[in-house]
């Protein structure tokens, strides 16, 4: 199959202006782009389809370009339920750049194709409102905006005026693309359909049917058991190792259900195709190896994280398995507990006074019982005297101790806190 008939395979094309067209033309070099909103100072793994689709891309010989929207970040695109809160221009334009970075590690800027990185705060914000509405607001009928998704769902809720303007700021971008850099294909999520199909309608109006543009969707990835994508536990996984550290990314894919890990293959990872396919024999017949899981973990997490972020987090992974603590540094400890409760020792004490007060057990007659019966462990060794002492000398860096109740509950012993 070629790259267009890969994609497809793969899941990552939905709606396309013209596919006969876009086939004939990904016969030669193309430069392509997608835009991404500075909402946040880090993108997180929602983003991610689009970041390696242009990797896709550009390993074909095509340019990318990568759009941070610093203007259109001071609009937001319209949500199908409410206005969007609107933050300073500062704060995009900060969250901007830091976008701007992190783009630039996934793509390469280097060779006749190297990334073009671009903000449209930098053509945008000279353009002025008589300018916008003589030049661009002209070439857009209000039935034919009325009639897009993203807006027509919220007619009867309400939409601002700030808002309707979304789209065609968006097609002003790749009008702009396209007489800067011969910009001739944007890609996004099927949210963005709308967006896409008034850039090529303005580029046709301005420049004539001979220029001729592709606009191409995915399909927004989704859980099969109908959780939101790209969340743990309520929170973003972001692409930021300052946000979300490399054991709780690597985790986060570790754990993706069996009846969802070869969709995720195919959209996120450079596996071939014959490889994905063996994964899905795998995920068939021996389940409980997780192989897919494993590999799909492995590849991300050393694409966002290094190498030596992937080594830490199946360090960790390991230890949570084995009991082992002491392989891990305080730091990683952290890491790996990061949701366990922690509770704050000023000095040596009796394990059973410390589960009582540390609200582990509910009572001292209730931790004696556990103790007795091997149900704690503490740094990995089991505790069967009801006079054994949490030590500070014994603790990992003399600074933590962890107690484990049965088999999954935690709890963390931080030495000397408060001092």
Not at 317 to 323: K, T, W
Request: glycine share 8%.
């Amino acid at each position: 199959m070629n790259f267009l008939e890969e994609l497809q395979w793969r899941g990552l094309v939905k709606d396309v202006t013209d596919l006969e067209g876009l086939k004939e033309r990904l016969k030669k070099p193309i430069t392509l782009y997608c835009g991404f909103d500075p909402t946040a100072d880090s993108l997180h793994i929602g983003s991610l389809q689009q970041i390696l689709l242009l990797k896709r891309y550009q390993q074909q010989g095509h340019t990318p370009i990568a759009l941070c929207g610093g203007a259109t970040g001071m609009i937001g695109d319209p949500r199908p339920t409410t206005e969007r809160k609107l933050i300073s221009l500062e704060e995009v334009l900060n969250n901007a750049k830091a976008i701007e970075k992190q783009l630039a590690l996934f793509l390469s800027s280097e060779g006749d194709n190297a990334l073009i990185a671009v903000n449209n705060y930098d053509w945008l914000s000279k353009v002025s409102i008589l300018d916008f509405l003589r030049d661009f607001g002209k070439h857009f009928n209000i039935n034919y905006m009325i009639a897009k998704d993203t807006i027509s769902s919220r007619l009867d809720s309400g939409i601002s005026f700030t808002e309707f303007t979304y789209t065609i700021l968006q097609a002003v971008d790749w009008l702009h693309l396209y007489e800067t850099y011969r910009c001739e294909m944007q890609i996004g999520g099927s949210d963005q359909w709308g967006n896409l199909t008034s850039g090529t309608e303005l580029i046709r109006k301005k420049m004539g049917d001979q220029s001729k543009v592709f606009g191409v969707t995915s399909p927004l990835i989704t859980n099969s058991d109908g959780s939101k994508f790209g969340k743990s536990e309520g929170a973003n996984i972001w692409l930021d190792p300052k946000r979300t550290d490399a054991y709780h990314f690597y985790q986060y894919w570790l754990n993706v259900a069996d009846a969802d890990i070869i969709d995720f293959m195919k959209r996120l990872s450079f596996c071939t195709v014959e490889e994905i396919e063996r994964f899905a024999l795998s995920v068939a017949s021996e389940p409980h190896l997780r192989k897919a899981q494993k590999a799909l973990a492995e590849e991300l997490t050393k694409l966002v994280h290094g190498d030596e972020g992937y080594e830490t987090a199946l360090r960790i992974s390991e230890v949570l398995f084995s009991g082992e603590w002491r392989k891990l540094g305080v730091d990683e400890l952290q890491l790996a507990l990061t949701d366990a409760p922690h509770i704050a020792v000023n000095e040596d004490r009796l394990l059973v006074d410390v589960l009582v007060e540390g609200k582990i057990a509910s009572s001292k007659r209730e931790a004696r019982e556990w103790i007795v019966n091997g149900s704690i462990t503490v740094n990995g060794i089991k505790m069967t005297s009801i006079e054994d002492v949490l030590k500070k000398e014994d603790a990992i860096g003399r600074q933590l101790s962890v107690i484990r109740k049965g088999k999954k509950n935690y709890f963390v012993i931080e030495h000397d806190a408060g001092e």
